[in-house]
């Protein structure tokens, strides 16, 4: 072959990547949130915007390219970081195209496993919308192409640098870690470049030190700083659960894998497992720590988490494909497209609309308390990003168990700390012991986080409007409101006051195509619970009318 026609072969090949690349993004863009989505979407934006620290553990890399994006004058903030996802992802996409191409020596056939993870519900759901998922699979796809083509300097660093990311990040780096020093892959420069990987997380003790607006954790000295790094706060929801609960989310999981292939395809994952050679002991270590990690792992949204996994599953289909060698099989390719009605979030404003109906329930300069992340999230969007909220003083309750929380409440809401300071001291002498893992008293610590929730109302109340957005039965709320008044008041509990008669018809609510199970439990908990009292205790028309429409969309 000539210098010419291999130049040519080159371009051919860089135009086809190209398009690939496009084709993804392109799928990702027609199907992206226009706004928030709910769980950590409004802090991570907030976080991005403000360059603040996220919650544990940190995740300084995505940080660092979201406050980049977040400058970009393309529509609201919430949709840059949205598009951020999307590039991420899909370059993820092209990595591993080019990855399996290599692999199974056809870049017809790669489509297949390739349109299989890029448009799994598990990659696609977290590459349209704002969260540091997608990233972790773009390190993953990279350290992939990086271990095939022996570029072994690289790929130590960013082995290093997936840990930046997020946990998960865990499954793949420690078996590759493994594998290449059982293979002598590494020499004097390794750990150096490893080292330098894991750099970003600097950004978080010199950061905190500055105290930024979002400062969770407040990682500024080594202490906290490896509490952050490390999920310290969320250990408690690790390797917890009973054998029962364990074996039941196993089986989960092994189902949704299941509908990831459509099952028709699941054959072609195990023949690709038999014909596994060398890197054999490195997938099966893959897919243990990562399924293993995951379903011991007690939270609602842990389906992201198996992304190694979808990765590993794509893997062996191409090794499975390869084994038939028909060309016609990459119309297979198109068969993940149909996972559109599950993951789309076109004409999707839940969240946004959550939180503005929030907001325009409440009187300028109130107090809200509420006890759901999934409403607090996107508030906190609106007050630090959008600046929708700066009259109001806005508490998330069970952030008030951490000290950083109320050291951020001190100084976002100086006023709000003065008036209950008798209360913050006392409370934050007990959590010292408990965060430090000292010996407290149980009831003392109780009462104590009780009697600053009750101040906290009450000096909402010394001079503005007070409400409670509490959708789940909470026990700290209910002992510390004790012979306080409440009243229904739209979407919220007006506490301390008689409420008047609410009108419903500025509330506007877009519900998604599709109600999930987080959105049946919001929507049945907040709006129509809402839309029920005020019915019941103003016998209000549009109370009711409200109501109906809900539950209707709800069947």
Sequence with gaps: ???????????????????????????????IYPGLGLIDSGELTAVCRTLGIAHPTGYPLYTLLGRL?????????????????????????????????DLIRSRILALIPTSFIAFSSTVWSVSITTEVYGLTYLLFAICLYLYQKKTYHLLWYFLGLALTNHMIATSFVVPMIILLIARRRIDRAAPLLFIF?????????????????????????????LWHISGRQYQVWMFSLPVAQVMKNLITTLARFGRE???????????????IRDEMYLFIAILAINIGYSINYSIPDVESYFIPSIVVIGILLALGIQRFK?????LLAIIPIFHLHEVTGRGYHFASDLARNILTNMDKRALLIC??????????????????????????????????YLRYLKKRYPELYQRCQPQFSRFEEQLYLFEHDLPYNKQLIQARFEELIRQLFLAGMADRKTYLLSPIPDHDLERALTNIKKRPEGLLMRIGAEADTIDFSHLEIRLPSRIDPRHRFLISSIYAKAAYLNYQYYRSESALDLYQKLTRKLR
């Design 1 to 31: 072959m000539n210098r010419r026609s291999i130049r040519e072969k080159i371009s051919s090949q860089n135009s086809a990547n190209l398009l690939i690349f496009i084709s993804i993004l392109s799928i990702y863009l027609i199907t």
């Design 69 to 101: 994006i977040t400058l970009l004058p393309v529509g609201s903030v919430a949709l840059r970081t949205n598009i951020l996802s999307a590039l991420i992802s899909s370059l993820a996409g092209l990595f591993l195209f080019l990855f399996l191409s």
């Design 197 to 225: 990987g894991i750099s970003p997380y600097l950004y978080l003790l010199i950061r905190a030190r500055t105290e930024p607006i979002l400062n969770w954790g407040a990682p500024a000295s080594l202490e906290r700083f």
């Design 261 to 275: 292939l459509f099952f028709i395809l699941v054959p072609l994952p195990l023949i690709g497992f038999v014909r």
């Design 326 to 330: 028909r060309r016609y099989l990459a």
């Design 371 to 404: 006890n759901v992340w999934d409403c607090y999230s996107p508030l906190l969007y609106y007050d630090v990003v959008e600046g929708k909220g700066q009259d109001h003083w806005i508490i998330d309750k069970e952030l008030l168990r951490r000290s950083w």
